[in-house]
């Protein structure tokens, strides 16, 4: 415990801060025990960030029914908080990879500073292991409200452990979207149009529209499109409560969904050919980044002529489900390919997750490309396989009539 006075003790404290943010060494700084005249605040937590390749602090104030986010330079930064802990707030917790320290001012005044080294892991994994898992890189701040609002974390901001495949889920989306962004060629500095189909429960929704609103400061426009008018009501409630401006909820499905100019075309788990639905809305609708993730693959399966060279091979059942999944979205990504797009077919999350873990994702090219060249390859694979009709070629060809 500190022996300073009071005032030496908080100086003491925000050089700590000054410290820990200068290094990058900052992952926590919560202040509590709020006794200022805001009405319904009740803490603040504030993150290190990079914001357009600037250091930034994150500063979320949390009030009983809707959280704020403010950022703030460095400099700011530690002017605010100096200044709130000199008035409002009577308990600050700073966490760094090493240690806590914990600033306590009592009712009469007294300012007392405790530290303590963070534990490490002693797990078979050792020493190293921990240090690893303690600084793994996560695209989505576990603290964001709209995670608690979901039932991802607690009220605590602790992830609730039935959660814990989801938390990993939306992580990936975040990061996988992030690298296609920036490889999109959009231009961040004017807001981005989203369309997610099929968006439930609003994981994924509220997630990407999160990251462009806090990281990338993008007021982007983000409609999460739902045939359950139940969940699409839940979602705009949450958002409404939350101050998640911009984002909406819609009841209806890609067939129902009027065609507008979308930047972000976003389908996740779309049955059949509800993928290939959603894949023609994101060429009509000049979508820089399509993201699909395709489940049951029911067109194809049935047209199918096994060449005799592969009978044997395909006579068991499992292995023809496969070939026909492989065969539906290798066509896919060709006539993604045909329109324009660079597209990538990888597994989006590891099977030990979730059992559909197939992403099509496509980039709108920069250069041309030989279009005659990849519809000879989607002919000769239709031919070799005796396919008669994709829907995805069916509905492009209707709509280029």
Known sequence: MSTLSSDETLTTFINILKDAISRQRLERLLLSKYRGDEKDLQRITIRLINLRQQLTLSFVYSYKTRDITKNYSPDEALSLVSELMSSDFKSAHLSTASETIQLEISKKGKVSLHTHKASVSSDHQGTKSADHNRHKKRFVDINRPFLT????????????????????????????????????????????????????????????????????????????????????????????????????????????????????????????????????????????????????????????????????????????????????????????????YTTKVFEFISLEHTNKNKMILAVKNKQSTDTEAVLQQIAEIKTFYGIEQHCLETLLESSAE
């Open 149 to 340: 609002a979901l039932g991802v974390t607690d009220k605590q901001q602790q992830l609730i452990p039935s959660m814990s495949k989801k938390w990993k889920q939306i992580n990936k989306f975040i990061e996988v979207f992030s690298q296609a962004l920036e490889n999109s060629g959009l231009n961040t500095e004017q807001a981005l149009n989203v369309v997610d189909f099929g968006s439930g429960k609003g994981y994924l929704t509220f997630a990407i529209h999160d990251y462009l609103a806090n990281e990338l400061q993008n007021s982007a426009a983000v409609t999460g499109v739902e045939l359950r008018a139940n969940l699409a009501e839940l979602c705009n409630n949450i958002a409404n409560t939350l101050d998640h401006g911009g984002l909406q909820f819609v009841c209806g499905d890609v067939q129902t969904h009027a065609p507008q100019h979308t930047d972000v075309m976003i389908a996740l788990h779309a049955c059949d050919t509800a993928t290939d639905y959603a894949i023609h809305y994101g060429i009509r609708a000049q979508a820089s980044i399509i993201m699909c993730s395709p489940c049951c693959h029911k067109q194809i399966r049935p047209q199918m002529a096994s060449p005799s060279l592969l009978q044997p091979m395909l006579k068991y059942g499992v292995h023809l489900g496969q070939q026909a999944e492989m065969v539906t979205d290798s066509l896919r990504a060709l006539l993604l390919e045909a329109n324009g």
